[in-house]
């Protein structure tokens, strides 16, 4: 599980970095989009981290189940516990 959390977690970080600084980029046209200032700048963050989750989760199921032979229970179970640890 240590792998898999490190491997992913490099990426959301940098996924996060990258969300706040394209947030602070926006903020400097903060006059045309004063109306919904607090709604500009969080959902491309969460969509990143939503869509970085799922891809990578998607990515290395298939590659798994392409190159071995797959304990489905224990494959679900380990893939569930990494995505609660790096929510929590």
Do not use: C, H, K, N
Not at 34 to 51: C, G, K, N, S
């Amino acid at each position: 599980m240590r792998v898999t959390v490190w491997s992913r977690a490099l990426w959301l970080l940098f996924g996060l970095v990258a969300g706040l600084f394209l947030s602070v980029i926006s903020s400097q046209f903060e006059a045309t989009i004063q109306e919904t200032i607090t709604l500009a700048f969080f959902p491309p963050v969460v969509a990143y981290i939503a869509d970085s989750v799922g891809t990578q989760s998607e990515a290395i199921a298939i590659r798994a189940f392409a190159i071995t032979d797959v304990d489905y229970s224990t494959y679900l179970w380990r893939e569930f516990s990494s995505g609660l640890f790096l929510v929590v």
